[in-house]
């Protein structure tokens, strides 16, 4: 072989010139075709991870939605027994207070009445000579007289049982107190 090239005719040179591009074009259409088939396999495999994570994503969705309804189950469970709870402390505290009402009442029944009471001595007459035969008349009157009861001169004497108001008044007190606390104790400050 000789180091010169051979000698070609130019329809021979155009013709491998046309081989040579075809040959090029064909290559760079087939590298082409081959970039574009590795694009698709990478979009489908960024598809299959999207996929993948959007099912995870709703996995994990799933279980804190699982884990929120159980806590909300347990808050729920907690707030019913701490109501039921309430509501016997509050039926408890109804019959001691019924309980304590039916003990006054009958304290009040069997006590004496004003007129059946023993007045009160004053003062004066235990410590001054007793009233005799030489006493007169009207110092022995005024001595064995009964003192005037104390409500009579219109007063702060007077027991709840003459004055309902009160009953009334004490009753929504306790009420509203016991509404107080058990807000506090539930917590809801609305």
Same mark, same amino acid.
């Not at 010139?17 to 396999?41: L, M, N």
């Not at 309804?69 to 907690?78: N, P, V, Y």
């Not at 003192?147 to 009579?152: D, G, I, N, V």
């Given at each position: 072989?000789?180091?010169?090239?051979? @000698?070609? $005719?130019?329809?021979?040179?155009?013709? +491998?010139?046309?081989?040579?591009?075809?040959?090029?074009?064909?290559?760079? %259409? !087939?590298?082409? #075709? +081959?970039?574009?088939?590795? !694009?698709?396999?990478?979009?489908?495999?960024?598809? !299959?991870?999207?996929?993948?994570? =959007?099912? /995870?994503?709703? /996995?994990?969705?799933?279980?804190?939605?699982?884990?929120?309804? =159980?806590?909300?189950?347990?808050?729920?469970?907690?707030?019913? /027994?701490?109501?039921?709870?309430?509501? *016997?402390?509050?039926?408890?505290?109804?019959?001691? *207070? @019924?309980?304590?009402?039916? @003990?006054?009442? $009958?304290?009040?029944?069997?006590?004496? #009445?004003?007129? /059946?009471?023993?007045?009160?001595?004053?003062?004066?007459?235990?410590?001054?000579? &007793?009233?005799?035969?030489?006493?007169?008349?009207?110092?022995?009157?005024?001595? *064995? +007289?009964?003192?005037?009861?104390?409500?009579?001169?219109? &007063?702060?004497?007077?027991?709840?049982?003459? %004055?309902?108001?009160?009953? !009334? &008044?004490? +009753?929504?007190?306790?009420?509203?107190?016991?509404? %107080?606390?058990?807000?506090?104790?539930?917590?809801?400050?609305?």
């Amino acid at each position: 072989m000789s180091d010169q090239p051979e @000698q070609r $005719t130019p329809a021979e040179g155009a013709h +491998a010139a046309a081989a040579a591009d075809e040959a090029t074009a064909k290559a760079t %259409r !087939v590298e082409g #075709s +081959a970039r574009v088939a590795e !694009v698709h396999r990478e979009v489908a495999d960024t598809d !299959v991870r999207r996929a993948e994570e =959007e099912r /995870e994503k709703a /996995e994990q969705e799933q279980r804190q939605a699982e884990e929120q309804t =159980e806590k909300l189950s347990r808050k729920e469970r907690k707030a019913r /027994e701490k109501a039921e709870k309430a509501a *016997a402390e509050a039926l408890d505290e109804r019959s001691k *207070a @019924q309980e304590a009402e039916r @003990q006054a009442l $009958t304290a009040q029944r069997a006590a004496p #009445s004003e007129i /059946e009471r023993p007045t009160q001595t004053p003062t004066a007459s235990v410590t001054a000579p &007793g009233v005799g035969s030489t006493t007169a008349p009207r110092a022995h009157a005024a001595a *064995a +007289a009964p003192e005037p009861p104390a409500h009579a001169h219109g &007063g702060a004497a007077q027991t709840a049982a003459e %004055r309902p108001e009160l009953l !009334v &008044g004490a +009753a929504f007190a306790g009420a509203f107190l016991f509404a %107080r606390i058990l807000r506090a104790i539930t917590g809801d400050d609305a």
